[in-house]
C-alpha cells in the first residue's frame, strides 16, 4: 500500500521560509510522479509543484516560480519543497501526492494523483 507522510509545516511571518518533506513508501519511487499541492479554506485544491518519475524534470505553478524549489532525496525517499520568501496567499494545507502517469493531463492537475498524504499545515501571517 502507498503511504505519503507530509512534515514541515508551520506558522512564519510574510518573507519567511519552510521546507516541506514528503516521505514515501509502499511504491517504487521512480515510477511514479510525486507533486505538492495545496487548499486554502473555500477555495480549490490547486498544483503547485511536481517532479517527473525519473526526477529529471520539475515543474511549477507560476505563481510559486522563483520562490519554491522542489527536490527528491532517493536514499530517503522523500520529495521536498523548500518555500522561500512566503506571502500570506501562501496559506493552506499543502499535499503531498503520487500518479502513475499524466493520463494527457498537466502534471499540475489533481486530478491524475491517485495517492495522498493528510496533509501539512502552512500559515504565513503579516
Known amino acids: 500500500q502507498v503511504q505519503l507522510v507530509e512534515s514541515g509545516g508551520g506558522s512564519v511571518q510574510t518573507g519567511g521560509s519552510l521546507r516541506l518533506s514528503c516521505a514515501a513508501s509502499g511504491y517504487t519511487y521512480s515510477n511514479y510522479y510525486k507533486g505538492w499541492f495545496r487548499q486554502a479554506p473555500g477555495k480549490q485544491r490547486e498544483g503547485v509543484a511536481a517532479?517527473?518519475?525519473?526526477?529529471?524534470?520539475?515543474f511549477y505553478a507560476d505563481f510559486v516560480k522563483g520562490r519554491f524549489t522542489l527536490s527528491r532525496d532517493n536514499a530517503n525517499n522523500t520529495i521536498d519543497l523548500q518555500m522561500n520568501n512566503l506571502k500570506a496567499e501562501d496559506y493552506g494545507m499543502y499535499y503531498c501526492?503520487?500518479?502513475?502517469?499524466?493520463?494527457?493531463?498537466?502534471?499540475?492537475?489533481?486530478?491524475?494523483?491517485?495517492?495522498w498524504g493528510q496533509g501539512t499545515q502552512v500559515t504565513v501571517s503579516s
Open positions: 501526492a503520487a500518479a502513475s502517469g499524466s493520463g494527457g493531463y498537466g502534471v499540475l492537475s489533481w486530478i491524475i494523483y491517485y495517492y
Open positions: 517532479i517527473s518519475p525519473v526526477g529529471t524534470s520539475t
